[in-house]
């Protein structure tokens, strides 16, 4: 089908990802119609050709409907919770169940391009990794991490509709950190502290990448002939420690050993919204290469790593 003639569906429109995605199609006659889905109203006034149909994608039938319904070509799944929110069932509903029905809406619309947000997560966090990990490295989340194996059980559900459906271009982000003046993730909360704290003995590679960036490779991916799976960063990094310098913040490393303890039981009793797994963010490596998404995408991202922290924390 020819540009101008396709109808895009977009889930969870409206959230951080998908609203900076809305603005940059509205740069673009790619698409004849939009459809917007979420469980939130849109915060934007929309232009003509874009439709908005409320619907939580934890009911596929309504999700089915909106999609055989509107006429849906392509699609762009970015309904997800983001941040911990300790009801691990609902976050598998969500994410996992609620993927499924996506998945399940696209096969019914014959979707020609299927473009699903992931994490650089799902490559988990050990001892002894590798820095700048290519696509090809096996995925292996973090035992506890709940977003990040929820995260891997999406990937492997869609890599099988991939298999399934040749006819359909399969795009599957990897992103680091996202970044920018509309971040309010936990990870963005901490730069906003008088010190960052770090473990001794740490000093991992951080990947940022803006939130903007991140549209814009969505739309590249949306309107370019590409499948497969493509880590999303700006840059290789900075080492922990120089990531505390742009931020301007003193940096205070803990002991790891007295961290995780103090950690657990500020989870246990409700004064932090994650538990001692996610600390391997902070001590162990995980950092990606991103010569992929450059070569295939053309992918030439405006702000570095240190650029996105910048316009969050001058937002």
């Given amino acids: 089908m020819a540009p101008g003639n396709r109808v895009l569906a977009i889930t969870?429109?409206?959230?951080?990802?998908?609203?900076?995605?809305?603005?940059?199609?509205?740069?673009?006659?790619?698409?004849s119609k939009v459809v917007l889905t979420d469980v939130l109203e849109p915060a934007m006034k929309l232009p003509?050709?874009?439709?908005?149909?409320?619907?939580?994608?934890?009911?596929?039938?309504?999700?089915?409907?909106?999609?055989?319904?509107?006429?849906?070509?392509?699609?762009?799944?970015?309904a997800y919770l983001s941040n911990p929110t300790r009801d691990l069932d609902l976050e598998y509903q969500i994410d996992v169940k609620g993927s499924e029905n996506v998945i399940n809406a696209?096969?019914?619309?014959?979707?020609?391009?299927?473009?699903?947000?992931?994490?650089?997560?799902?490559?988990?966090?050990?001892?002894?990794?590798?820095?700048?990990?290519?696509?090809?490295?096996?995925?292996?989340p973090t035992p506890g991490f709940t977003y990040a194996i929820n995260k891997t059980i999406?990937?492997?559900?869609?890599q099988n509709y991939a298999a399934d459906n040749p006819e359909t271009s399969v795009v599957i982000f990897r992103p680091c950190i996202v970044m920018g003046p509309n971040?309010?993730?936990?990870?963005?909360?901490?730069?906003?502290?008088?010190?960052?704290i770090g473990l001794s003995g740490c000093n991992p590679?951080?990947?940022?990448?803006?939130?903007?960036?991140?549209?814009?490779?969505?739309?590249?991916?949306l309107t370019k002939d590409v499948s497969g799976?493509?880590?999303?960063?700006?840059?290789?990094g900075l080492p922990y420690d120089k990531m505390a310098e742009v931020a301007s913040k003193k940096l205070v490393r803990l002991p790891a050993g007295f961290m995780k303890?103090?950690?657990?039981?500020?989870?246990?009793?409700?004064?932090?919204?994650?538990?001692?797994?996610?600390?391997?963010?902070?001590?162990?490596?995980?950092?990606?290469?991103?010569?992929?998404?450059?070569?295939?995408?053309?992918?030439?991202?405006?702000?570095?790593?240190?650029?996105?922290?910048?316009?969050f924390l001058e937002r």
């Fill in 48 to 78: 003509g050709n874009y439709v908005y149909r409320k619907c939580d994608i934890r009911d596929g039938d309504t999700l089915k409907e909106i999609f055989t319904g509107e006429g849906v070509t392509d699609v762009v799944h970015l």
């Fill in 205 to 221: 590679i951080m990947q940022y990448v803006h939130e903007d960036d991140v549209a814009e490779a969505f739309y590249l991916a």
């Fill in 106 to 140: 696209a096969k019914a619309c014959s979707a020609g391009k299927f473009v699903i947000a992931s994490s650089d997560c799902a490559y988990g966090f050990f001892p002894g990794t590798p820095d700048h990990l290519p696509e090809e490295a096996p995925l292996r």
């Fill in 261 to 311: 303890p103090l950690v657990s039981l500020l989870y246990t009793l409700r004064l932090m919204p994650f538990g001692p797994a996610q600390l391997s963010y902070i001590q162990y490596p995980l950092s990606m290469k991103a010569d992929k998404i450059r070569k295939e995408l053309g992918f030439r991202p405006r702000y570095t790593s240190a650029e996105a922290i910048r316009s």
């Fill in 183 to 196: 971040c309010k993730s936990a990870v963005a909360k901490s730069l906003e502290g008088p010190v960052i």
């Fill in 229 to 236: 799976a493509f880590n999303l960063a700006a840059d290789e």
């Fill in 154 to 158: 999406i990937e492997k559900m869609v």
């Fill in 12 to 31: 969870g429109a409206f959230g951080f990802i998908g609203s900076r995605l809305v603005n940059r199609l509205q740069q673009s006659d790619f698409y």
